[in-house]
């Protein structure tokens, strides 16, 4: 029903689709060019933007994390990846888009197909970073087509009543969560920048500053960064670019000796004035203009990553414990919901997908030390939960119905950690395929829990453990099986992931990473089991000769739904995992639960033989 009535609300925004693509090949026409290009990002490249920066949802109504769309005088395509297939074609018309596959046909090569040499391509190099820049450079310039960079870009020139930026002053985090001061963080990656042979540092990457100075921004929902870049010295000194706004009070005493605020509005002076000196820049998270204005102003460019994406990513012990900590009470919150659900259903309360969403975020808006939600609450019922990132709120959101499944995937932002969590709920009865598949998908998310493997394994190398046991029914599902998450900061955090798509970045002591196969049947339903992990290192300290390994610790706490548990699929070392984290939940849990709940929970949690 949800996927209907989505369907028919894009339908209804045919008109305003059309309307604002005839806006912006106005604009188009006006500049002399053959095709514009809207990317999903916006100046900081960021997957949660502010309201305001919302541009492609604007011109098109896709509301997905990630997706381009490429306008042409005379037609257009909309580019989304596997997440997005399904949504896409609720929320972007076919009547004024094609559909492509962002992976399997890159817009670049496709864009160098459609149109004729001489041709110009509106590109804000603001919106990409410089690796897609000078990529676009050499495909499109192969094809005699010639790029128009322009920081004047042509959405906001259409978009009438855009709203306007929300300006809050950030939060200063103390110590007892970060574990680490400023002035130390600043002098530590200072030091490694020299070591890289660099002046300086861009530090373009809004949750890498925020990380850097230990404060944590209040303007985008379920992202607590500051809207900034920097340029951090190699000494520890650091530029801050930020709208003084945002700068919380007692800064400068918060960050130490150091740290000089610029704004914005002088941004491209100081990156215009590094001539001679050597800058280290991350072309793959930094923005092409960034980078271009360095140059421009004679800087060398040290083509590296992020100094502070992996000391972000190895949390220290202090942001462990957090971590440990803020996992227990939003167990609490997410048993108490499942606890609510399930005596909701038994009593014929069906309730919406919103409704769902708001009591599960009440239950989350009680426990201690919480901000909000780390993203928006995909709460899908039967057919919807086909749809990976489905959000309730883009249409009339759908009641539950019986002998289907619920898929819910929340977390939330606190101070001493961010959570992320997903589980599958049986509505009534579950067909035997519900659990055959479930099952199937379980076991791929305990074959990765109970890895263990050496330094130097990147989380690609694992990936196929999560889905051996569909890919043995000819089954896969179209998304990454993990991400990194930071510490009271993006619940999507790299630089490392799990996921069939190459990566080079090691797993390493300290980071963290979700946990989450899934299955998707378009139409029917979606399964998906997501827990978050650290990584820590393990040794057989029993055998002899035995090398230094590196293992998975489980830290979120809710129980999986027994009902959709076929346990002729499991083997015992699997049976006795399952009951070993249930009854470790139980353990963790219950003395926070009332009397109702945690007698829920010991039925969630019995023994599955």
């Known amino acids: 029903m949800g996927a209907i009535e989505l369907c028919a609300n894009a339908s209804g925004d045919s008109d305003l689709q059309r309307d604002r693509l005839a806006l912006l090949r106005g604009q188009m026409a006006a500049r002399g060019v053959a095709a514009c290009v809207i990317p999903r990002a916006d100046e900081y490249l960021g997957e949660y933007l502010p309201e305001h920066n919302e541009r492609l949802h604007w011109l098109t109504g896709f509301t997905g994390s990630a997706g381009m769309a490429v306008v042409l005088r005379d037609s257009a395509a909309m580019f989304v990846d596997g997440r997005y297939t399904v949504q896409v074609r609720s929320q972007v018309h076919a009547d004024h888009y094609h559909y492509q596959h962002l992976i399997e046909t890159p817009p670049l090569q496709w864009l160098a197909g459609q149109l004729p040499a001489g041709a110009r391509v509106l590109v804000d190099p603001r919106m990409h970073s410089l690796s897609w820049y000078r990529g676009c450079e050499e495909i499109l310039g192969a094809a005699g087509i010639e790029i128009c960079p322009t920081t004047d870009n042509p959405v906001d020139a259409c978009w009438e009543g855009r709203p306007e930026p929300l300006r809050r002053a950030a939060l200063c985090l103390e110590e007892r969560f970060s574990g680490e001061s400023s002035a130390s963080k600043r002098a530590r990656i200072g030091a490694q920048v020299e070591r890289l ?290 510490a009271f900061l993006s619940v999507h955090e790299g630089p490392q992931r799990i996921a069939k798509a190459w990566n080079a970045t090691a797993l390493a002591p300290g980071m963290i990473v979700s946990n989450e196969p899934g299955y998707y049947r378009d139409g029917d339903f979606g399964i998906r089991c997501e827990n978050l992990c650290v990584v820590c290192e393990w040794r057989d300290e029993g055998r002899p000769g035995a090398q230094p390994m590196l293992a998975f610790e489980t830290i979120t706490l809710a129980p999986f739904d027994r009902r959709l548990v076929d346990t002729s699929l499991l083997d015992a070392q699997e049976l006795d995992w399952l009951n070993a984290y249930h009854r470790r939940v139980y353990e963790t849990l219950s003395p926070a639960l009332a009397d109702e709940e945690w007698q829920w929970l010991e039925a969630a949690t019995a023994v599955l033989v």
């Open 197 to 486: 042979g660099a002046d300086a540092a861009l530090i373009f990457a809004p949750d890498s500053v925020s990380w850097l100075l230990n404060v944590r921004g209040r303007d985008i929902p379920g992202l607590p960064i500051l809207q900034s870049f920097a340029i951090l010295e190699a000494t520890g000194d650091l530029h801050l670019v930020v709208d003084p706004l945002r700068v919380p009070e007692g800064f400068a005493a918060h960050v130490g000796d150091g740290v000089t605020v610029v704004e914005e509005a002088r941004a491209e002076a100081l990156l215009a004035g590094w001539q001679g000196r050597k800058v280290l820049a991350d072309p793959d998270t930094a923005n092409a203009w960034t980078q271009l204005v360095l140059l421009e102003g004679g800087a060398e460019l040290i083509a590296g990553q992020d100094p502070v994406l992996l000391p972000k990513a190895c949390k220290n012990t202090v942001e462990i414990s957090g971590a440990r900590s803020a996992h227990e009470r939003d167990g609490v919150a997410e048993t108490r919901f499942l606890a609510w659900l399930d005596r909701e259903v038994a009593g014929g309360r069906l309730h919406d997908e919103a409704t769902l969403a708001e009591r599960l975020g009440a239950f989350r808006a009680e426990t201690a030390l919480f901000h909000e939600p780390s993203f928006d609450t995909i709460s899908a019922a039967g057919p919807n939960g086909a749809m990976c990132h489905y959000n309730h709120l883009n249409g009339q959101p759908a009641p539950l119905t019986m002998n289907s499944l619920y898929l819910v995937d929340s977390g939330g932002q606190y101070s001493d950690g961010t959570t992320d969590i997903t589980r599958t709920v049986a509505i009534g009865e579950p067909t035997a395929e519900m659990r055959e598949l479930f099952t199937l998908v379980l076991k791929g998310h305990i074959a990765l829990a109970t890895a263990v493997f050496p330094p130097g394994t990147t989380g690609t190398h694992l990936d196929a453990l999560a889905r051996q046991f569909l890919w043995r029914r000819g089954l896969d599902y179209d998304h990454g099986t993990g991400h990194g998450v930071g």
